[in-house]
Each structure stands twice: as C-alpha cells, then as structure tokens.
C-alpha cells in the first residue's frame, strides 16, 4: 500500500472537490421554528376571510404575494379561476416534486366562538348562509406558504424544484362551473413542469394532535353525486286521492334506495355508501305539491360498484315512482376518482413521517369515504396523501366535531408537524436519490 508523505495528504486534500452540502436536520429545524409564528398568523388570517370554490380571490392575492416577496422564480396565477402555482429551483440539479394546498371554504356557519371565527355571510343555493374553512383548507393555504418560507430559505442547499400548487375549489365548483384539481391539469398545469411525485395532507378530527395517518393503494372513496326529480299531480291535502303524491313516493324511493348497499351489493371487500342530503318539495301544510327533489352522494372503492349504484339508483327510482303513478328522473353527476397512494412512494416517504412524528405515532389508517380531487394529480404522476391530527389530545376524536361541521375546531399545537411533515417529505425525497 502507497503512503502518501505529510506534504503530499495535504496537497490531496486541497485538491479534492468538496462534499456536496447537504440540507441536515439542524437546518430545518432552524427554520421550522423561524417560520412558526407566521404560520399561526396566516393561518388565522385565512380562517377569518373564507372564500368558497372559484371565489378564493382573496386568498390567492395573498399567496402570489407571499411566494413572490420569498423570490420563488416562476409564480402564475388565475390557473381555474383563482389557481396559483409557484415554481422554486434548488440551487443544485435534481427531479422536480410538486406540493398541494386547496383553498376553499364550505357554505357553513361557524360556531366555534373562536376569537378570529368567521363572521362572513353568502348565498348558497338560494339561501344566506355562513362561509367557514370548516374542512381545515385554511391550514393546508397556511401550512404550504410556510412549506415555501423554509424551502425557499434553504434553496442553495436543495438539489431540485419544488412545485406549489395552491389549488381552488377542492369542495366543489359553484353550480354550472368547472374546478378544482381537474380544471388545472386541463389548463395545463403539468404541461411545462412535470413532476416526478406529488404530494400533500389533509387535517382531522379523526386523529389526536401528534398523530399521522397513512393508507398505501387506495385511501379515499370516489365521489358522485345525484339528483332525483319525482313529478306528480298537486292536489288539495284533504283530498289526496285526486293527485299523485310526489312526497310518498319520494319517501318511498329513499327507502329503496337505501336497500342498494345494504342488499345489492358484496361489500365484503370493500364499503359502498349512498345518502340523501336535501330534500325540497312543497311550500304549504294542506297543499300536496306537484314535485319533489332530492339530492344526495355516492362514495365507492370498486369501478364495478359505481356502476351497479349509478343502474340501480334509476331503476329503483323510476320503477318507485311508476307504482305510484309519478315519474321519476335521476340525473348523476360524476365527481372525483378514487385517491390512491402508490405503494413504492408511500414505503420510500414512510421512515420520514415515522423520524418526524415518531413510530408509534405514525398509523395505518382505514379506508376513508371522504373524497378528495387530490386523487387527479395522483392519476398522473405517483402521489402520497396523508392526514395530520388536529384534535386535541385531553378529547377523543371520535366524540370531536368532525370536520365540516360548524363546530370544527383545529388545535394549532398540531400545525408544526404538520409544517415539519410537508418540508421533511419534500427534502428527503429530493435529497434520498
């Protein structure tokens, strides 16, 4: 073995190339702590001004502004609607990564007693309502500006681009529009930048501040929606007999219809669910009205289910409504796909949920019927969608508001890991090649 002389070690060592920096857990630490206070600040900010879907104008003014004073290189705007997407280039070469926040509220009245509760007000179907971020999307708008605020500070050190994606009407576009994740893929989202991956995460009330929740393959339900329109013949409510009673046939049709998943189905493998949500017909106690109609949902896991729901939600309701001498029209609007996270990209990404939460605070959770547009992007390029926990810990989740309701309360003790969630996803998969 050749032993190099003191002289000729040192000469070897100046000139060899340095170790390619990296970006160390102290790093992110540093700035995870740095960016807190912010995060609560827009977090709070965003939860007092809710915007509903197509309508965010508002909080996407606030987010352009924000990823253009961080210097973020490439940030367009007005992507369905009120889409807005930045573009952040690490200072080294790498794969390009994209992270999601939706921006929308819901058609809520807000009950929390919160210092900083909504008090804004809409109309929403024909009705005043109030608007309230009671899904938890001001957290995730929170949550990636501040993902943007550390990556954007640690960029000389990140080898890769990172795509924001901020993204409106993740609940539902208003009625005769389009939205949401489909809507900006169409507009080209994908189409300059591709990512390799895509990313992002939903609070809960289903889990404890602390927790994660993960689900490889599919997580979330498909998501449809209908309407049902049963026509009789109005009639004085003292004489029923020389109408067609669109209320009873109506009540009989939610009655059938609700044998679909309980008897029609083999749901051994995986669940099925329809609910009505609406139901609006006549104006007058003893006046029998010449319509009713109902609206409601259809959460499925299986291609072949959605299929067997959308044929036997019409004939149950057609053939209902023949019986009693009323019509029936079923009208189905398809929604989002089923979210599925891919295998190889949860396995890859779960060792740094399980270092940032901690292992036994990392668990598989079941299937969901929630739906979420997330699942578009995931159609694209392999995704990972996880949940944080936002209740808190002296509660039991399961006796928490869920979210949606108008008494969803987020504990911010949570928001942190979140944040540390988000960032660590993004780092270790641009730095872990």
Same mark, same amino acid.
């Not at 449809?224 to 009540?251: C, E, L, M």
């Given at each position: ?19 390619? !920096? ?10 995870? !702590?740095?960016? /807190? ?9 965003? $939860? ?19 990823? =253009? ?15 807005? #997407?930045? #573009? ?16 929308? %509220? ?12 909504? /008090? ?9 309502? @109030?608007?309230? $971020? ?14 943007? +605020?550390?990556?954007? =500070? ?24 389009? @939205? ?36 490889? @393959?599919?997580?979330? %339900? ?55 949500? &609406? ?17 409601? +949902? ?16 019409? =004939?149950?309701?057609?053939?209902? !409504? ?5 019509? %029936? ?5 398809? @929604? ?17 949920? =399980?270092?940032? &939460?901690?292992?036994?605070?990392? #668990? ?26 936002? +209740?808190?810990? &002296?509660?039991?989740?399961?006796? &928490? ?8 309360? #987020? ?23």
């Amino acid at each position: 073995m050749r032993v190099l002389s003191p002289a000729l070690f040192a000469l070897a060592l100046l000139c060899a190339p340095a170790a390619e !920096a990296a970006i160390e857990r102290a790093d992110l630490e540093r700035e995870l !702590a740095a960016v /807190k206070d912010q995060l609560i600040a827009w977090r709070r900010d965003i $939860h007092q001004h809710p915007e509903l879907g197509n309508r965010e104008t508002r909080t996407a003014a606030l987010v352009a502004k924000v990823l =253009r004073d961080l210097d973020v290189d490439s940030v367009r705007t007005g992507i369905a609607y009120t889409g807005v #997407v930045g #573009v952040l280039e690490g200072g080294k070469p790498g794969p390009v990564i994209a992270l999601r926040a939706d921006m929308d %509220a819901l058609p809520v009245t807000e009950q929390t007693g919160l210092p900083f509760a909504s /008090k804004v007000t809409t109309t929403f179907r024909g009705e005043t309502v @109030g608007v309230m $971020h009671a899904c938890g999307h001001d957290t995730h708008v929170a949550n990636l500006l501040a993902t943007a +605020t550390v990556l954007s =500070r640690l960029r000389a050190d990140l080898p890769g681009t990172v795509m924001f994606i901020f993204q409106p009407a993740e609940e539902g576009a208003p009625e005769g529009e389009e @939205g949401g994740a489909e809507l900006m893929l169409r507009e080209g989202l994908f189409a300059d930048l591709k990512p390799e991956a895509v990313m992002g995460l939903h609070v809960t009330s289903n889990l404890n501040t602390g927790r994660i929740g993960w689900r490889a @393959g599919p997580l979330m %339900a498909a998501v449809d929606s209908f309407t049902i329109t049963v026509k009789g013949v109005q009639t004085h409510g003292s004489r029923p007999w020389q109408g067609v009673d669109p209320i009873t046939t109506a009540a009989q049709i939610i009655t059938g219809v609700n044998t679909i998943v309980s008897r029609q189905l083999d749901i051994t493998d995986t669940p099925a669910v329809v609910s009505f949500g &609406a139901i609006k017909g006549g104006i007058r106690e003893n006046i029998i009205p010449d319509q009713v109609q109902m609206i409601g +949902t259809i959460r499925t896991f299986q291609p072949e289910h959605r299929v067997q729901i959308f044929d036997r939600l019409k =004939r149950t309701a057609e053939s209902i !409504a023949a019986s009693q001498g009323a019509t %029936a029209t079923v009208d189905i609007q398809e @929604g989002y796909p089923v979210t599925v996270n891919e295998q190889r990209l949860t396995e890859r990404m779960l060792p740094t949920l =399980r270092r940032v &939460a901690g292992e036994a605070n990392v #668990v598989r959770i079941p299937l969901t019927t929630g739906a979420e547009d997330f699942s578009y992007y995931a159609q694209e390029v392999p995704g990972l969608f996880v949940f944080v926990g936002v +209740t808190d810990p &002296a509660i039991d989740p399961r006796k &928490a508001p869920t979210n949606h309701s108008p008494l969803f309360l #987020v504990d911010e003790a949570a928001l942190p890991l979140a944040l540390d969630a988000l960032v660590s996803l993004a780092v270790d998969y641009l730095q872990d090649r």
